[in-house]
Structures are given as C-alpha cells and as structure tokens.
C-alpha cells in the first residue's frame, strides 16, 4: 500500500514540475505580426531571415520587420533567443551588409506592439507581459 | 431642412436634459429635506466619526489622484511615442569607408625583373588611396537606388610601362619597346597655387527593383555576382589586405554596365538557393559607358546557403561569356573618294569564357574559404603586334606575344575568430593564413606565375575599425628564356615578401 502511495505521489510530482516547467512565463519573447498577415505560426529560422533582411516574406505575405530599441531589454533577448548573435554581431553584420549591398537594418520602434498593431504587414516582438490579447497575431513563442 | 431642425431640437433638447434633471434634483432635494428631518432625528456625529470619514475620503481621493496621474502619464507616453516607425522612403542615406596602410616591401638578391614589374613600392611608405562614399535611396518600398563613389588622388603617382631592356649573349642590350611613365596631375590656379587633382571612379550606380523575394532586377552598373571577395567588397569587410590576383587584374570583369536579375528561393527549412542572371556590355575599352559591339555578354550565377545554428555552408558558381572589342574610326573624304566615309577598323577582339567557383564554410569561429576562377580567352582579332616593336626580332617577339591562351587562379584561406574568453567581449580577434596560385597566360612561360603565402591578424576593437597585420610572401616560378641562338636560359624570379599594416574605418 505504501509502494501505492509513493508512485502516486511520485507521479503527482512528476505531472506538477513537468506543468510547471511549461507554464508560461511574463518574460517570454512572442513575435507578433499584424493582423494582415496571413501566416499563422512561422520557426526561428524564418524569424532570422526576416529580420537579417534575407526574406522579405512570411507565406507569401511581404511583410516589415520592426525591431525594437537597440539598448532595450527586449532587442537584447531578441538578439540572443532568435538571433543567436550578440549586439556586436549584429552590429557588424549590418555595417558588413551596408558595404556588401548597401542595406539598412530594419527600422526601431520604441513601442513594437502599438507599431505592429498599427502597421500593416508588420511583424514584431514583445514580452509576453507587455502583450495585450486581440492586438496582433502571435507567430511564435520563445520560452524565457 | 426638416432633419436639419429635427437635429438641432435633438441637440438642444440633449443639451437641456442634464440642466433640467439637475434642477429637478434639487428641487427634490428641498421638497425632501423637511420631510426627512421630520421624520429621521437629528443626530450630530461625533468628532471621532467625522475624522475616521475625512480620512476615508482623503484616502478616496488620493487613490482617484493616483489613478489620474498614472492615466496621464500613459496618455504623455503614448503620445510621445510614435506607434509607426519613421518612414524610411524618400530618405537618401549616406555611409561609405576608407582605409590606410603602411607597408614595406623586399625583393630577393638579383630578383629585378619581379621588382621592376610589381607596383608596389620597395620603400616603406604610407599608402592612402581614397575613399568610398555610398548614396542609397529607398525611393519607394519596392525601388531602392545605390550608389558607390570612390573619390582618389589617383592617377597622380600612376605608373605604366616598364623601359625593359633584354641583354644577348654578347653583351649589347635591345631595348624591347616599352616606355616608362609616371602621372603627375598637378596644376596651378591663376593665383599660382599649386593643386594636385585627384580623380573619382563610379564603382556602383544602380536601381534595383524588387517585385518578391523570387524576383528582383537592378539596372545600371553592378558589382559582378561571383565569389565572396567581389562581394565583400570592401576593405572594412574583406579579412585580409591582399585581394588574390585574379581578383586584382580582374580576370572576371568586377563590374558590369546591364541588368541583373536575381532572387533567392528557400529549398528547405535551413537551405537556400540564390541565383543570377547578367546581361551587360560586357568588357570593353570603354563598357562602363558603352558597347563597342552588338554582342552582349551574358552570366547565370548559383549559390547554395544551408545554415544551422554555428554552422554554415555556402558554395555557388558563375559562369560568364562575353565579346570584348577594341576599335579605332578614320573619316576618308576628297577627290580621290566618291563620297565622305567613316571607316571603324577593330583593333582588337575576342571571345572570352570565364567560370568562377566558390566555397565558405564557418563553424565555431573557423572560417574555411575558397575560390577559383578559369578564363579562356580566343581571339578574332589579335593585338597587333609586329616584330618591329621588338627591334625586329621575331624569336623575342614569339615571347612576348599569344594569341588565344587560358589563365587561372585559385586560394585557400582558414581563418579562426578567437573566442571572447581569449580576448574581450568588444574586441575579435581573427588569426588567418592563405595560400594562393595564379598563371596569368598559360602560352607564356616567364612571367604571371605564382604563388603566394599571407598570414596575419585581423583586429576589429570597435566596430566601424579594423586592424590588419599581414605578411605576404610571393614566390614566381622560374623565368624559362629562349635565347636568339635556339638555347634556353633558367632564372630563379626569386622571392617578394610585404610586410602591411592596415587600418579600415566605415562611416
């Protein structure tokens, strides 16, 4: 019987840090887009190309990638979670990108998810805490 | 007119209720209060109860300030911040790069002919040739124009010919027919101040129109789509001071004056294929500006990426055909001739083919890099050149001379980024070697054959700076002669090696 009890608990406490382990967590970094974009979920790597500037479309939707300020918590976790790069990396690949074919990285916004709400075909990202339902669509999700 | 009064009733009749139902309250209120006070004691509230509901309403209305306050500050917030980034379209931006070097150069005991013949000088010096100045417009979402002006004191100091004497066997010399000349481009204004005029090249001018990701087009003159270095470009970008050969003596032509079509297609999650299309003038005397032939020259480029996580692939090829054509025009007029001519004689021309391959390879930090280019070049219509410009001496001519003839080149280069722990977070530091062959003519034994070996150390401690500390070492293979009486002569060509430093700034 108490062979019973330990597997159940075990069990119970198996199922409880497994539901912890995926909860969601305010600092989660969801790229949102526009609600004019098509798309309904898109992988990292799409997310790379888009904002390196060497796609210009998600599901054949042109869309505008918006990053958000430089010096910010959430382009830092952007740069590291996605990105895989480091803020001189990304740094340098641009300056490197502007000699190779004279392209700019993509535009910064102090707001991303007022400027995805409002620009269309924008795409974007925000901490899940900052994200309020119903302003734009979420293409995927970065645990912290 | 019957809305229009309907409305203004509508409108004042809103405009009177809230007045009217505030007088009625009152009214109610004074009907009221005698009633009340009629009928419910009057009862005077302690002086504890009044604090403890003065305090309540002090706490009330400070929590209503607060609310209020936080309001505004969101309401200041939002707009500050514009919710739609800046637009970009119309804005023309300007960027661009320089570099400066220091460099010293050393030739082998008794290695003259390489000494005379490479351009670069055997004193120490510091070497700054220009800059490079980037317009770009993004004139509407879709159309973008780029520009890439390089502003140079060249051609002052430009030098060409080699005065080139060959000594026979009995001891005379022949002069071979060259010349040796130096550009000075200084002037004087009225007031007799010196100038030296510099000049300025169009490295870029184009438009590019980008309907997809499938489909772009750019017009005007382009860089050629092959390899990594012509891509790269510039010296903040390209890891090394010196550019292979066949990249120098622009064995694939590196710009071209037509239209290119281009996009990318992704075959796979983590691969993608980019590829080109080139129409253009083509090489000629004068392409950048026009076409001395109706032939144009034609290129498709392919290029594989796959990339995951630290690891990178990417190999492609271009291929590249084209005709260059040289002409000179004579006008025949007078008695002798039935009407006024102009006459346009090709001075020069052939068909030339050229393929060029590249692979890169980049995992961890290491950078495997390499390229090679095959030119096969057929003449139509040799250069003309006659014994009599080699003192009329055909057997020395024969040397110097070839019609159709085929050049090569390839390198390898292994760079490693060392990792942040082996230096700081801000500053890279890439160690690199290279190894690198060339024959320039393969019908001509005694010269523009070579191999090279560079090392050095690629430092960038911020980011608009690079440092560059390089050794080359050129080593040509040995001069093979044929000597007027049919024997042959073997001369080691000996041994170049530059020490440079370098340093690259964008802006």
């Known amino acids: 019987m108490k062979t019973l009890e330990k597997l159940i608990l075990a069990v119970v406490a ?38 390196l500037k060497n796609k210009s479309a998600l599901g054949g939707d042109t869309v505008f990638p918006l990053n958000a300020k430089s010096d910010s918590d959430l382009r830092a976790a952007f740069r590291s979670r996605v990105l895989k790069m480091t803020e001189e990396k990304e740094r340098g690949y641009w300056d490197d990108e502007k000699i ?3 392209t700019e990285p993509p535009a910064e916004v102090p707001a ?13 990202y925000v901490f899940r805490k900052d994200y309020k339902d119903g302003t734009a669509k979420i293409l995927a999700t970065f645990p912290e | 007119m019957r809305t229009t009064t309907l409305a203004s009733t509508l409108l004042f009749a809103s405009i009177l209720a809230p007045a009217v139902a505030h007088a009625q309250g009152e009214s109610e209120g004074a009907q009221n209060s005698p009633t009340e006070s009629a009928v419910v004691p009057i009862q005077k509230p302690s002086s504890e109860a009044r604090l403890e509901a003065l305090e309540k309403r002090v706490t009330g209305l400070q929590e209503e300030n607060q609310g209020l306050a936080t309001q505004l500050s969101d309401l200041q917030e939002s707009q500050s911040q514009s919710s739609e980034p800046a637009s970009e379209i119309g804005k023309t931006k300007i960027f661009g790069f320089f570099d400066m070097s220091y460099l010293k150069t050393y030739y082998s005991k008794g290695d003259t002919l390489y000494r005379a013949v ?33 502003f140079t004191y060249l051609p002052l100091g430009n030098e060409s010919g080699t005065e080139t004497y060959a000594v026979l066997p009995n001891g005379s010399t022949m002069n071979l027919g060259t010349k040796y000349s130096r550009t000075d481009t200084t002037v004087s204004d009225p007031t007799a101040q010196s100038y030296r005029l510099g000049g300025l090249s169009l490295e870029r001018l184009q438009v590019t129109y980008t309907l997809n990701d499938y489909l772009a087009v750019t017009a005007g003159h382009f860089l050629t789509p092959y390899g990594i270095w012509n891509v790269d470009h510039g010296s903040p970008v390209i890891l090394m001071f010196h550019a292979p050969i066949f990249q120098s003596v622009s064995m694939m032509p590196t710009q071209q004056l037509g239209l290119q079509l281009f996009g990318r297609v992704y075959l796979a999650r983590d691969l993608s294929l980019d590829y080109a299309g080139t129409v253009s003038n083509g090489r000629g005397p004068e392409d950048s500006v026009v076409d001395l032939d109706n032939d144009k020259a034609v290129g498709l480029r392919w290029h594989l990426n796959y990339e995951i996580d630290d690891f990178s692939i990417s190999l492609g090829q271009y291929g590249y055909t084209g005709r260059y054509t040289d002409s000179k025009k004579a006008i025949y007029f007078g008695p002798g001739t039935g009407d006024t001519s102009e006459i346009t004689t090709i001075t020069q021309q052939y068909r030339e083919r050229i393929l060029a391959s590249d692979v890169l390879i980049k995992f961890f930090g290491i950078r495997l890099q390499g390229e090679a280019v095959l030119r096969q070049v057929m003449f139509d219509v040799p250069t003309q050149v006659s014994a009599s410009e080699f003192n009329g001496n055909p057997a020395v001519a024969s040397q110097y001379y070839s019609a159709s003839y085929s050049a090569w080149g390839y390198y390898g280069l292994l760079a490693y980024e060392l990792p942040e722990q082996l230096t700081t977070r801000k500053v890279r530091v890439t160690p690199y070697f290279y190894y690198e062959r060339f024959v320039l003519n393969d019908t001509v034994l005694n010269s523009g054959r070579n191999r090279t070996f560079c090392g050095g150390f690629n430092i960038k ?6 440092l560059k500390l390089e050794y080359d070492r050129f080593v040509s293979d040995d001069i093979v002669e044929t000597m007027p009486d049919g024997s042959t002569k073997t001369t080691n060509n000996g041994v170049g090696t530059i020490l440079v430093s370098q340093v690259a700034v964008t802006f």
């Open chain 2, 461 to 466: 401690p911020y980011r608009n700076l690079v």
């Open chain 2, 118 to 150: 490479l351009p670069m000088p055997t004193q120490s010096t510091f070497m700054l040739t220009g800059v490079n100045v980037f317009l770009a417009n993004q004139i509407t979402e879709r159309l973008k124009f780029l520009s890439e002006i390089r």
């Open chain 1, 112 to 124: 991303t998810l007022k400027a995805v709400f409002s620009k269309s075909a924008g795409v974007s």
């Open chain 1, 14 to 51: 198996i199922v409880w840090t497994s539901a912890v382990a995926v909860a969601d967590s305010p600092n989660d970094l969801l790229v949102v887009a526009n609600k004019s974009v098509a798309v309904g979920s898109v992988d990292a790597s799409e997310i790379r190309a888009v904002f």
């Open chain 1, 100 to 102: 190779r074919k004279g």
